[in-house]
């Protein structure tokens, strides 16, 4: 049972124009959400986040969008460059462990490709 | 190094055999996590340390697993008797611990690919 989803495998844009990941979740628990980028053979790298007291985080060409009534957050990437071509991974936690951030939760990925 | 380090990158293991995966977290983080990642999937969570304590092992996939951090930096992910299936992007990630606020980042490593034949 995946508590967190996404739904797009692959998702390919022009270079120069929005590129838009989506992400659902299931558990009402979570409270703080990441975006990651990764690269073949390498680590998740941090791109963004947002705190579920949130609706809107912005950072340069990226925004993180999050609906806590429909449990659904998305990366908005504008504008769309090829170096931005990796995969992308929405992530989740609660507080846990007596206060502190808890284990992340991820989904599949979704394949960015931006063409030149 | 600014980031964590993880060694050795590439593994490659005969069945049945012992295997030590090691990680360096980022100096002074207090949070430290394993993660599993198998092909076309998202990183699954395995354990987690605060300091060298380790607090939740809940996701650790048999008792073949085994992790410490005995001085509260360096960690080891220990499998033994390796299978097939254990074949799979070992992930560690750390974290500084703010406390009781809601948003700390975790930080990974470039991950150790182990392959049991």
């Known amino acids: 049972d995946q508590q967190v989803k996404q739904n797009s495998p692959s998702l390919s844009v022009q270079e120069g124009r929005i590129s838009i990941l989506n992400c659902d979740y299931t558990n009402s628990m979570f409270d703080y959400f990441l975006w990651y980028k990764k690269y073949p053979a390498e680590g998740p790298t941090f791109l963004i986040s947002?705190?579920?007291?949130?609706d809107k985080n912005e950072d340069g060409r990226f925004t993180v969008f999050l609906n806590k009534s429909a449990k659904h957050l998305s990366l908005h990437i504008v504008p769309s460059q090829p170096g931005d071509s990796a995969v992308y991974f929405c992530?989740?936690?609660?507080?846990?462990?007596?206060?502190?951030?808890?284990?992340?939760?991820f989904g599949k990925g979704t394949k960015l490709s931006v063409k030149p | 190094g600014a980031g964590v380090s993880q060694s050795p990158r590439y593994k490659v293991a005969k069945r049945g055999q012992d295997v030590a995966l090691r990680c360096d977290p980022i100096?002074?983080?207090?949070?430290l996590f394993w993660y599993q990642q198998a092909l076309g999937q998202g990183p699954e969570f395995l354990t987690y340390?605060?300091?060298?304590?380790?607090?939740?092992k809940s996701g650790l996939p048999s008792d073949r697993f085994f992790a410490e951090r005995p001085e509260g930096s360096v960690s080891t992910l220990k499998i033994q008797r390796t299978q097939q299936e254990d074949s799979a992007v070992y992930l560690c990630a750390s974290s500084s611990n703010g406390g009781a606020y809601s948003g700390e980042t975790q930080y990974f490593g470039p991950g150790t690919r182990l392959l049991v034949l």
């Open positions: 340390f605060q300091n060298e304590a380790q607090l939740d």
């Open positions: 100096s002074g983080h207090v949070s």
């Open positions: 947002i705190s579920s007291i949130k």
């Open positions: 992530a989740a936690s609660a507080m846990k462990y007596g206060g502190s951030q808890g284990n992340l939760i």
